[in-house]
Nanobody, 115 residues
């Protein structure tokens, strides 16, 4: 089992910034990709960004140029730096990874962008 714990969500004004953190722990054999997804009220969960162990990144078009995914100094930690936040970025943000064919999700952290 792999556990994912997110932190860093909160209330921010439009145009502001937040940095989300995710730490993986547990029975980690080999993690190739970690990523962030989000789910807004009444909408399906969607990809935000992913990062491979080879440092290859992928971003949703809606966040390109505003968000940066990166790994931390601690092993199996990933960050999502979000800038120029918009009200439509409001959602619960989930950390995700997979290992040996199993998908793992964190419990999510709420990001609210509002004035």
């Amino acid at each position: 089992q792999v556990q994912l714990v997110e932190s860093g969500g909160g209330l921010v004004q439009p145009g502001g910034s937040l940095r989300l953190s995710c730490a993986a722990s547990g029975s980690i054999f080999r993690i190739n990709t970690m990523g962030w997804y989000r789910q807004a009220p009444g909408k399906q969960r969607e990809l935000v960004a992913t990062l491979t162990s080879g440092s290859i990144t992928n971003y949703a078009d809606s966040v390109k140029g505003r968000c940066t995914i990166s790994s931390g100094n601690a092993k199996n930690t990933v960050y999502l730096q979000m800038n120029s936040l918009k009200p439509e970025d409001t959602a619960v943000y989930y950390c995700h990874t997979s290992q040996r064919g199993m998908n793992y999700w964190g419990k999510g952290t709420l990001v609210t962008v509002s004035s």
